[in-house]
């Protein structure tokens, strides 16, 4: 990534140490070296081989249950592709830009799938692979929607106990799912994203939809702890 350039990403600096500058760099070689691992992007509806400029897979556009498929093929996709170097969750460790903080909006997703299909290099390192032809459009778009429904860490601690609490009662199966879900459903729509988009795809907004969709309360708790051991 262009650290030289003016653009919508909060950089995430690592220390100031020659020994931290010197591992961002062997890290930032090291990942010109890492073959693109395919994503399947099957389920996702065709944009066309023209390259867009904004985000085809918001929920605003395609609809909620194309924004869905869409973060859970690009979360894959990210893990895959992209988490070694802009971490997991898309929190940068400092030694790439945090990707959560670029605009959900026409202006970040120009940026974005720049780099995505051109990728970066400086002074004949390859800081950045080019994914574009190898990853396709579908995918760029899917990741692009997965990075940009991020929680803030921030906003979701606040309801951290709360969030707790209920895991623990529907772990035991002592909770009313129904009043469970509400809660849950309340609490995800409180939780924000760094990049302006208006839905997170919190641990809240995912263990509300699994009861919705009847699941058992243990499958809403399980995602609960995951999500709260990460969180920490």
């Not at 909620?64 to 498929?69: F, G, H, N, R, S």
């Not at 895959?80 to 997991?88: E, M, S």
């Not at 009662?169 to 208006?198: F, V």
Request: aromatic share 6%; charged share 20%; net charge negative.
């Amino acid at each position: 990534m262009d650290q030289s350039k003016t653009h919508p990403i909060r950089m995430t600096l690592a220390g100031g140490s020659g020994a931290a500058l010197l591992l961002a760099a062997s890290l930032a070689f090291a990942h010109g070296d890492v073959a693109p691992q395919p994503v399947n992007t099957d389920a996702l509806p065709d944009v066309g081989e023209e390259w867009l400029t904004e985000n085809p897979y918001r929920a605003e556009a395609a609809g909620a249950d194309v924004w869905a498929a869409a973060v859970e093929i690009g979360a894959s996709g990210y893990n895959q592709n992209c988490a070694r170097c802009h971490g997991l969750e898309a929190i940068s460790g400092g030694l790439a830009p945090d990707l959560r903080f670029l605009e959900a909006e026409e202006y970040g997703d120009e940026w974005y799938m720049e780099r995505f299909i051109h990728g970066y290099t400086q002074n004949g390192t390859t800081k950045m692979p080019a994914f574009g032809e190898l990853l396709g459009q579908k995918a760029g778009w899917a990741i692009r929607t997965y990075v940009e429904t991020r929680p803030d860490a921030d906003s979701l601690a606040e309801y951290a106990d709360e969030l707790a609490s209920l895991r623990d009662d529907l772990d035991a199966g002592s909770a009313d799912a129904d009043a469970a879900q509400a809660r849950l459903a309340e609490i995800a729509g409180e939780i924000e994203t760094l990049s302006g988009a208006p839905v997170a795809d919190s641990i809240a907004y995912r263990a509300a939809n699994q009861l919705a969709a009847g699941a058992e309360q243990a499958q809403a708790a399980e995602t609960l702890t995951i999500g709260l051991s990460a969180a920490h």
